[in-house]
């Protein structure tokens, strides 16, 4: 089994910062593209950061400059680094990995909750 978990969330005022990491544990083999993803209430899901696992890195045209992504291949951790906050931030951010344990296919974590109000 594999499990993705995400830590982080939380209220955070605007302008300023937080750090999401999604840890994958359980019977992997090995990890691709890492990726996060955030949904807003009444809103379809968005792709917000990608990471490969050679660490080539892909934003949001709404995040970037603000956000940065980065893992661990040693930990099967992905970071977002989440500056410049604002109020249209405030989403549930999902991870979602590539990953093998026996064969390929993409795991969720369970979200957690990132809101920016003052």
């Known amino acids: 089994q594999v499990q993705l978990v995400e830590y982080g969330g939380g209220l955070v005022q605007p302008g300023g910062s937080l750090r999401l990491s999604c840890a994958a544990s359980g019977s992997i083999s090995s990890v691709a593209s890492m990726n996060w993803y955030r949904q807003a209430p009444g809103k379809q899901r968005e792709l917000v950061a990608t990471?490969?696992?050679?660490?080539?890195?892909n934003y949001a045209n709404s995040v970037k400059g603000r956000f940065t992504i980065s893992r661990d291949n040693a930990k099967n951790t992905v970071y977002l680094q989440m500056n410049s906050l604002k109020p249209e931030d405030t989403a549930v951010y999902y991870c979602k990995a590539l990953i093998s344990a026996g064969s390929w296919r993409n795991y969720w974590g369970q979200g957690t909750q990132v809101t920016v109000s003052s």
């Open positions: 990471i490969t696992s050679g660490g080539s890195t």
